[in-house]
């Protein structure tokens, strides 16, 4: 058997070495490596073969088509280079000629979350945030318990959780559902006073609609230091969305209860796809919930390894699909990850003009 594995990967690679052309290099692979081919046909009388020689003849059948995939491989890169020698050497050939239109080079469009997020990394950099990057498959303590939310609490229900099959006895791990899962992380990682941003993917096991999707985009933005207000957390925001939407837009601010944060705000601001209003993005109300924030609560700052009676910090989750969605009129959130190129075209620098309402068919 050994001897024969031998042969057979002598004359592969000569038969190979010798193919005039891509067709019968083609014709090769399969006779060799194809699943009736003669690798495959050769291992068949491996069961005659004794027990204890099995693993070795095993390793040496993998080596014989590995030589001769890899002698495949070289041979059809030198065909190729062949090919376009002997294109280059036509002398009707003419290489600067424009492509003709269904081979011509397109040029690409940056996705709309894409945008949006460089565009408030950019404006919170300048205002001295770092810009950190967390994992988004979590632990349960970062998601929920050292954000103040024990097993018990019923705000656990008010974020349906994907959970990753854990082993027994270790910590169970999610798929984060808020970018919040960075507070904790950045004031044991970060020696304070510090601001910081994480933007992140997150995940909930909720059903789709309009202006509900299960894998979105937030943007956290934290804040620690000797004493801050809410007052300059208005302001951070203020400036988020006055750059971003660079007009005016209206918001509103009204109690909102989150554990981590005490007291705790939710910002809205006026559905910018019906102009307040009413349609299915808002559900009918003209408003979209956009910035949830607050101070941040004294047990989160403990589990965070601070003194609560030196150290303050607010916090906010922005929901930057809705964001996008706002700045761009896009009235639907399952066009952003549903990955359809004529809507993701209508975001090219030529296109990015226009004021219309954004769909998957326009
Ligand atoms: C949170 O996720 C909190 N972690 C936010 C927070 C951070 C509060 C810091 C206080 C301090 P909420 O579940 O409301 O909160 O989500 C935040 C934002 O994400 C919402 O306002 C909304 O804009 C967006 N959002 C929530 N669920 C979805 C969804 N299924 N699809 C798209 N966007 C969503």
Redesign the pocket.
């Known amino acids: 058997m050994f001897d024969k594995l031998d042969q057979l990967q002598d004359a592969a690679t000569s038969a190979v070495a010798a193919a005039a052309d891509e067709g019968g290099l083609r014709e090769l692979e399969v006779h060799y490596l194809g699943k009736k081919g003669a690798v495959t046909e050769l291992l068949k009388g491996m069961k005659d073969v004794p027990v204890a020689d099995r693993p070795r003849l095993g390793a040496r059948a993998n080596e014989v088509r590995n030589a001769v995939e890899s002698a495949i491989a070289t041979r059809r890169g030198a065909l190729e280079h062949e090919r376009i020698r002997r294109l280059c050497d036509d002398p009707d050939f003419d290489a600067s000629l424009p492509v003709s239109a269904p081979f011509a080079t397109r040029p690409g469009a940056l996705h709309p979350l894409t945008r949006v997020t460089a565009h408030i990394e950019d404006v919170f950099r300048a205002m001295g945030f770092l810009l950190l990057d967390y994992p988004e498959v979590e632990s349960e303590f970062h998601n929920f318990d050292g954000l103040n939310i024990p097993p018990t609490h019923p705000a656990r229900d008010?974020?349906d959780t994907f959970w990753v099959e854990t082993p027994p006895g270790q910590e169970r791990q999610l798929l984060r559902?808020?970018?919040?899962t960075g507070q904790v992380r950045t004031m044991r990682l970060v020696t304070p006073p510090f601001r910081a941003i994480f933007p992140g993917r997150v995940f909930?096991y909720?059903e789709v609609d309009a202006?509900?999707?299960?894998t979105?985009h937030?943007v956290?933005g934290l804040m620690i230091d000797r004493k801050v207000s809410v007052a300059n957390l208005i302001y951070s925001m203020k400036t988020l969305l006055s750059e971003i939407f660079e007009r005016d837009v209206v918001i509103r601010l009204r109690p909102?209860y989150?554990p981590?944060?005490e007291p705790?705000f939710?910002l809205d601001i006026q559905c910018q796809v019906c102009g307040g209003r009413g349609c299915s993005v808002c559900k009918h109300s003209g408003w979209?919930?956009?910035?949830?924030?607050?101070l941040v609560h004294p047990n989160v700052l403990r589990h965070g390894g601070l003194d609560p009676s030196q150290w303050q910090g607010w916090?906010?989750?922005?929901?930057l699909?809705?964001l996008v969605m706002m700045r761009y009129q896009i009235e639907d959130?399952r066009h952003l990850l549903g990955g359809d190129l004529r809507f993701i075209k209508q975001f090219s620098p030529a296109a990015a003009t226009t004021t219309t309402t954004h769909t998957s068919g326009a």
């Open positions: 008010m974020q559902t808020h970018t919040s909930r909720e202006s509900h999707e299960h979105f937030q956290e909102g989150f981590f944060v705790g939710e979209v919930e956009l910035l949830p924030c607050g916090a906010f989750g922005l929901g699909s809705r959130i």
